[in-house]
Antibody
Framework: EVQLVESGGVVVQPGGSLRLSCAAS????????MHWVRQAPGKGLEWVAL????????HSADSVKGRFTLSRDNNKNSLYLQMNSLRTEDTALYYC??????????WGQGTLVTVSS | QSALTQEASVSGTVGQKVTLSCNGN????????VGWYQQISNGAPKTVMF??SLPSGIPDRLSGSKSGTTASLTISGLQPEDEADYYC???????????FGGGTKLTVL
């Protein structure tokens, strides 16, 4: 069974930094693209970033470009999102997802990031 | 404003067939497979369709299709448990980004 467990979400001040983690199991992690998708309170889904199976290719949304960095450790079956220069509009539930040819086929339960002074 | 356009709300009665649409352009839906995601009562999203494939455990009352730059999710024999928000998504070549629709709230009357 595919499992994705996010962690690291906390309350942080504007301008601060945070690293989210996603622990994956139940599939061959090092053969899949992985994504982060977020959802602000009361809003829709917003794609954040993706990383290729080997970490060689990353893409991110314009809203986070230059501030968020995606990485992975295939030896630990883990995905990471380093978030710097956080803004209040980054407040959201962050989901880790397993990639397919059309987006995502499995989702974690999410970890909540709150950016507030 | 979302790159993909979905109806804000759709409703139907139990047993009815409803179709949700997702409109894009040649750089996204016109070029790539579309995924559909169900979110019930602010729980975690669940994939209910990727491309034209049903994930394991999703009832075959759901079906997906695409024509040009419009994708559709059809739910036949609507059930109360189908009441949820539904999002479409695909890759956009011009943006080099995954794009989502704004979501459709499906109400089962």
């Amino acid at each position: 069974e595919v499992q994705l467990v996010e962690s690291g979400g906390v309350v942080v001040q504007p301008g601060g930094s945070l690293r989210l983690s996603c622990a994956a199991s139940g599939f061959t992690f090092d053969t899949y693209t992985m994504h982060w998708v977020r959802q602000a309170p009361g809003k829709g889904l917003e794609w954040v970033a993706l990383i290729s199976w080997d970490g060689g290719v990353t893409h991110s949304a314009d809203s986070v470009k230059g501030r968020f960095t995606l990485s992975r450790d295939n030896n630990k079956n883990s995905l990471y999102l380093q978030m710097n220069s956080l803004r209040t509009e980054d407040t959201a539930l962050y989901y880790c997802t397993k990639g397919t040819n059309s987006g995502s086929d499995h989702w974690g339960q999410g970890t909540l990031v709150t950016v507030s002074s | 404003q979302s790159a993909l356009t979905q109806e804000a709300s759709v409703s139907g009665t139990v047993g009815q067939k409803v179709t949700l649409s997702c409109n894009g352009n040649s750089n996204n839906i016109g070029s790539n497979a579309v995924g559909w995601y169900q979110q019930i009562s602010n729980g975690a999203p669940k994939t209910v369709m990727f491309g034209n494939s049903l994930p394991s455990g999703i009832p075959d009352r759901l079906s997906g299709s695409k024509s040009g730059t419009t994708a559709s999710l059809t739910i036949s024999g609507l059930q109360p448990e189908d009441e949820a928000d539904y999002y479409c998504s695909t890759w956009d070549y011009s943006l080099s980004a995954q794009v989502f629709g704004g979501g459709t709230k499906l109400t089962v009357l």
